[in-house]
T-cell receptor, first 114, second 112 residues
């Protein structure tokens, strides 16, 4: 099975810090996604990538950036963390040849900004 | 724009009390409807994919069905371990067709 690994389960950061969330998938998937999930708001797409060095804005990209230097790794960057970025962050991947399962998600990173 | 609405937002069932969760959708050219299960503090896990109206899929106490406008997740004789949030998502044939559009989920609690 495809495995999507997020580097941290829990993070606590201070306001104004630059924060890196890392995601690695092991099945050569072309497509990778970053979501945040908040109670009552569901999953909201931040950024996604269809290929190495390629990125597209999702629905809520403000305050975030991404990096995809290698196919298996997709990083989410909070340029200057703020308290309203406290959330559960979920990474997902999907292969062009494996559409039947939709996304494969990582376990999530619970980020608290104080 | 693709849209997914799930109802109810939350559902409490007694153990053994069967029920259904609803997922209503509007999509330009449905390429797939997906059901996921999410346990607290974890990422969603894949359950089913449905492609066309009339299709059904089953797994243990869960059965997913699909019509042209909605999908149902039927839970038969649920157990406490079925407690989770169930997410529905669709993939349309429009631009960015590898993206899924998610509903907000139904939080299911099964009481012993």
């Amino acid at each position: 099975d495809v495995k999507v690994t997020q580097s941290s389960r829990y993070l606590v950061k201070r306001t104004g810090e630059k924060v890196f969330l890392e995601c690695v998938q092991d099945m050569d998937h072309e497509n990778m996604f970053w979501y945040r999930q908040d109670p009552g708001l569901g999953l909201r797409l931040i950024y996604f990538s269809y290929d190495v060095k390629m990125k597209e804005k999702g629905d809520i990209p403000e305050g975030y950036s991404v990096s995809r230097e290698k196919k298996e790794r997709f990083s989410l960057i909070l340029e200057s963390a703020s308290t309203n970025q406290t959330s559960m962050y979920l990474c997902a991947s999907r292969g062009d040849r494996h559409i039947s399962r939709g996304y494969t998600f990582g376990s999530g990173t619970r980020l608290t900004v104080v | 724009e693709d849209q997914v609405t799930q109802s109810p937002e939350a559902l409490r069932l007694q153990e053994g009390e069967s029920s259904s969760l609803n997922c209503s959708y509007t999509v330009s050219g449905l390429r797939g409807l997906f059901w996921y299960r999410q346990d607290p503090g974890k990422g969603p896990e894949f359950l089913f994919t449905l492609y066309s109206a009339g299709e059904e899929k089953e797994k243990e106490r869960l059965k997913a069905t699909l019509t042209k406008k909605e999908s149902f997740l039927h839970i038969t004789a649920p157990k406490p371990e079925d407690s989770a949030t169930y997410l529905c998502a669709v993939q349309g044939s429009g631009a960015g067709s590898y993206q899924l559009t998610f509903g907000k989920g139904t939080k299911l609690s099964v009481i012993p």
